[in-house]
């Protein structure tokens, strides 16, 4: 499996010697435009670069792809994280026809969560879920679209844990917020393409204070895989300009209630507490004080 | 299937003058005490209603059910709506072993969205999604976790429509942010178990105002279903405390993507501007600016 | 029992023909001047009006109280929590002349903060300081325009103390931030005209926790000072349907420089850190990297 | 041209043998008040010094400036923009007396409002109220602590006029929501000291598109005058690390409540739905339905 853009280049670097006369112009072309290459077909390749459509296709199985798609995927893949919202508004994928592509992004989301099931470390999960639990105070810190997750992963886990902030933009700054770590503590980290500087370069400050580092993101070309501890992942779905956030939140979910089967006990008297006061103050549908 | 708590006391009260003696006592403890049946064994059942525990496992067969244990589990998917916080700890599904636990979490998210795709209503979905676009504003109201999901519907709608306001509660009532709702006005509301309250009497508020409702939720029980014009329904997933609002998002998804499909050409140029103001303001990793 | 401003005016009014020319003169003037008129004396309501104290005073049988200091809490309670917005529109004061409305808000925020240069309780604002500083954590809770001041203070304590926590309206409820109090702890409840109902329910929900309550307020007839364990007051000014804050905000800051003055070394080396960072991430005007 | 406060104090230093007896006296003052001074003519600052105007002015020629008003305003630049927190903290103004303090503080915010009754520009105050009438939306955008200005701001024109949006930090940057502004709409940008630069670069952004741009901030020095198209001044208060926003709302107060005069009919009615909305759900103390 290839796994990020650097590997690829360097296989195409490391097999360019061995490469025949044509093979190499696609090569260069592709290290040059793997941008644009990523959403050429075959034939097209060929045109642009002078070459037959059968040497671009021998090319991806010198490579070891069984075939062009596959490079083109692997390709696509890669570069998703430096894709400009105009070029993603702008691919090939179609969504035009309603029931089709509903149906699509649904699958696609389900697809994820599986990939999900299938890949997590379960060592690596008891660690997060350990760390947490021994931390003095929890931080939670996912900017743009993550900040979703960030604020759902704050609601749940403040009724749980003693001292949970979550930390985004607002009257202060997320640097402020995060000025008093120690190394008692811990920052969840959620990031996704196209990964916010603003949290990545935050984390680099708090792991420099000491402060554990767990990293929730969708894969190993993330940038937050160098700086956290520990790190999760759950792949996000890009279609459109939308980065669908479901497995990352089914993550989540796994999380939460990994937490609470730890605190149960300790929690349910809040609880209690809390059933009260919502009955008291009628929070919620259908329990009406008489 | 029985599928909610209107159908199952219906079935009771259909098949009530075939029911035995015994079978009637059941039944009509049933009706009146739901919630707590939901909680009961056969034999407490029995015990309680002066009858032997088979002839409780007689009647679940004649309500069509394998067993009691069925059910059972009927009443509790039910009841979910009213069940507190309390209760819910202490509920017998076992998440302790960690791996078993974490896999159940996430494949019943699957399930959630497998049930999405298989029961959604795509001359309703095109309701809403042309609804929206005429729409000369459009309000997102969700309040608690659901919250989360309106933060991200309306991050997302923010950069499509020109007139989006997430309604959350803040320095503001969310009366006095829905005021001036009008007839011309769409209000998409997110509401999932336990209700809020709030959520409801607003929605009610808006809708009297002549304004269309747009409804998220869970299933026909929700009460949200009797106040919006469209609803469309992805279920959410109660384990523990934590109602998963996983399918649902992947719902807030396909919504987002059919909408932008619509508004793609004229957004495009939007798009551009904002590329260039991320990349002058360096708000993406790996595209600093030289 | 007088219940609301609506019922005094009509009885002013339903009594009038019957009022010596001397009480006439004096309900004049409380019909259009009822918010200062609350808070004067019996003989400097004489004096404004020209008539004797003993006038004043009879007016106040007149019209059923015992004595002039019924008749002047009845006004107090009237104008601070039941006059409506709608009231408050249609009030006498003329702000219709620019200029001199213009002249006449600022003059009314400067006097609202010599009254609370005047009236300062040094001894209660000593405790105040001492409580916050011995405080494991500092919750600060204001609801509806309250919230800016919240934000206010909460931005600067912020920076100087460890553990600080504004306690808004949001996805999670004032009560479950307000969960974990314990007698180690402070909670500064700000509450203005028309003082929020949620507000003072909370206080009263964490001083029966055993938590410090610190209450800053409007005046003596606030709900919050029988909540309390200190409360500093600073007037707000009413104007149309606005509640000035302003004589409030003075009052915050000489708190945030009385706690300022006492960490100054501590917090020094936090500001070296920020100043780095804000430099780093080139935050403010006028500094930019070269 | 001198850069920073650390060049003029060593200017001053490194000169200070070879100063006049006179001159002597000048350069302590300014060292040790330079914050005042800034604010000062050169003929106040000869009375306060008992100096003569004269001597100021060749004092200001000896240092290498041209005349005082160089001086002065170099003076200005420094002290506004470019004094860190950690400089600020060390300031020589002296808090420790807590009673003195107090008042200190207290008074400076009321000389302050006094400040922007005497110098108030009431045309330009009609022009700032017409075009925020005539505005299709209204956009707010105030960052660190002005955000707690710029809330306030938006909590008041938001029950006012039909469509007013805050712009702060969170989960969309604060370009995403500026995007749709038109020629039609006016930004109201708050900026005080140390001027945030993201304030400042988009309400660059938004002149730009040709949209108006209301400025409200502290002094001619301050960098929004040369964006905004209307300023209105109200001076901060700089005390420690705290920059006093007081004089500032008041000044807000002022324009909320000349905007409330000319739509005071038409917001009656809205006024009338949210008290009983308010009555209805039991927001405010006291009126606890039956």
Redesign the interface.
């Known amino acids: 499996m290839i796994e990020d853009k650097k590997d690829l280049i360097n296989i195409i670097q490391n097999n360019f010697e061995e490469l025949s006369k044509g093979q190499k112009l696609i090569a260069k072309y592709i290290i040059s435009h793997y941008d644009k290459a990523a959403f050429m077909t075959a034939a097209r390749i060929g045109e642009v670069v002078g070459v037959s459509e059968s040497t671009v296709v021998r090319f991806a199985n010198v490579l070891g792809y069984s075939g062009y798609p596959n490079l083109q995927k692997a390709l696509q893949e890669l570069i998703k994280?430096?894709l400009?919202?105009?070029q993603r508004?702008?691919m090939s994928d179609d969504?035009?026809n309603?029931?089709i592509?509903?149906?699509k992004?649904?699958?696609k989301?389900?697809e994820n969560?599986?990939d999900?099931?299938d890949n997590?470390d379960?060592d690596m999960?008891?660690e997060v879920?350990s760390s947490i639990l021994k931390a003095k105070r929890v931080y939670i810190l996912g900017?743009?679209?993550s900040?979703?997750?960030a604020?759902?992963l704050?609601?749940?886990l403040?009724?749980m844990l003693?001292?949970v902030k979550v930390v985004?933009?607002?009257?202060?700054?997320i640097?402020?917020?995060l000025?008093?770590v120690t190394e008692d503590d811990v920052v969840i980290g959620i990031s996704y393409p196209?990964?916010?500087?603003?949290t990545?370069?935050a984390l680099r400050?708090v792991k420099d204070q000491g402060c554990k580092v767990i990293g929730i993101t969708d894969s190993q070309v993330s940038?937050i895989t160098s700086i956290a501890d520990y790190t999760l992942f759950a792949k996000s779905?890009m279609?459109?300009?939308?980065d669908?956030?479901?497995a990352p939140?089914?993550?989540l979910?796994?999380l939460?209630?990994?937490i609470?089967?730890q605190v149960?006990n300790e929690?349910?008297e809040?609880?209690?507490?809390?059933?009260n006061?919502?009955e008291e103050?009628?929070?919620?549908?259908?329990?009406d004080k008489k």
């Open positions: 994280n430096k400009t919202t105009v508004l702008s969504y035009s309603r029931h592509g509903l149906k992004v649904l699958k989301d389900m969560i599986r999900t099931i997590i379960l999960f008891e879920v900017l743009r679209s900040n979703a997750l604020a759902y704050g609601f749940y403040g009724v003693d001292d985004s933009l607002g009257i202060s700054d640097f402020e917020q000025l008093r196209r990964y916010s500087k603003k990545l370069d400050y940038p779905n279609v459109l300009f939308v669908s956030l479901v939140m089914s993550l979910n796994t939460i209630i990994a609470g089967m149960k929690i349910a809040y609880f209690k507490e809390l059933e006061i919502w103050y009628n929070i919620y549908d259908g329990k």
